[in-house]
C-alpha cells in the first residue's frame, strides 16, 4: 500500500534492520522501545483491521503469534514474562495502521496497560 511505514520498510523504501522474516511476517525492533525487549511482528501483506480478516488472514495471524512466542524464547523473556498487543483503531492509541504484534517483555510490566 503507498504511503503506509510498514509496507515501505518491507519493501527497503525505508531502511530498518529486519531481525526476522518468513512467507507470513517480518520483525523488526520498534524505534520507540518501552522495555528492554520491544519488536514488532509485521505481516508481509497490508493488513489492516482484525474486524475485515478473511479465513486467510487469520492463518497469517497464527504464523504471527507462533513467531513471537518463539522469538519471546529467543529474546530470554519467556520464563521472566512477557506482553503481546495488538492495537486497533483511535482509542488503542494505534498510530500505524498496518497490522503489527508487539512482544513487549525484559522488565515488569504490571500496572502498565
Ligand atoms: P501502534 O501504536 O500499535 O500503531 O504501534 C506503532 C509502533 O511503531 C510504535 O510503538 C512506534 O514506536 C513504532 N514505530 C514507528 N516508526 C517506526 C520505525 N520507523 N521503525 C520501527 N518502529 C517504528
Ligand atoms: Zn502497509
Redesign the pocket.
Known sequence: MDDC?FCK?YGGE?S?EILYKDDYCFV?????PVAPVHL?IIPSVHLAYLQSFEVEDFKILNSMYKVAIELAIAEGVSESGYRLVI?QKRDS????SHL?L?LIGGHNLAGIG
Open positions: 511505514l520498510i525505508i530498518s523488526i525492533k520498534d524505534i520507540n514488532l492495537n492509541g494505534q498510530q500505524v503489527h508487539h
